[in-house]
């Protein structure tokens, strides 16, 4: 992600915040789109996805973790959504036995631990980062989180508009 940058960045306080910035994020979304969810173990990827996920298909679905499956997919209206969690790959060539490629071009890919694919993540993918701040335990809530939203110019520029709405 050579030119990428932050595009967006800010602190939520529960579930229903980050379910917030999924739902405003997800419209702006398209076939051929790759997203990279970064974060330590229990920051909140799973739980962006699965927003994100329930506001691209505009239902309550249920939306578990694919950590075993490594792949789960989702119809929607926009096309197939590809969740891939990639916790437990062991090399990242196996990316090619779980349809990446399909993945790439034929649907909207959103990847939790996409940083063990090694050098298959495409350069164009949108990075959404959430951390724990230490300032969570500091203030007696657990569920602080930080998310910042990182790309290249294309969606630098596509996305400009959401920074006053998240």
């Known amino acids: 992600m050579s030119d990428s940058k932050i595009i967006v960045k800010t602190t939520v306080s529960n579930s229903d915040q980050t379910a917030k910035v999924a739902a405003v994020l997800a419209p702006f979304l398209e076939v051929q789109d790759v997203l990279s969810l970064v974060g330590t173990l229990g920051a909140g990827k799973t739980e962006f996805a699965r927003a994100l996920i329930r506001a691209l298909c505009g239902q ?11 792949l789960l997919t989702y119809d929607c209206a926009k096309g197939l959504i590809y969740h891939y969690d990639f916790y437990r790959l062991e090399n990242p060539e196996e990316v090619w036995e779980l349809d990446i490629e399909d993945a790439y ?3 909207i890919t959103v990847m939790e631990w996409s940083e063990n694919i090694g050098d298959h993540l495409p350069d164009t993918a ?5 951390t724990i701040p230490d300032s969570g335990s500091d203030t007696g809530n657990d569920e602080l989180r930080e998310i910042s939203i990182s790309g290249d110019e294309d969606w630098q520029s596509r996305l400009a508009g959401i920074q006053g709405v998240i």
Request: net charge negative; proline share 11%.
């Open 105 to 107: 071009h034929e649907g």
């Open 126 to 130: 949108l990075e959404i980062s959430i």
């Open 60 to 70: 309550e679905l249920d939306v578990p973790s694919p950590t075993f499956n490594l």
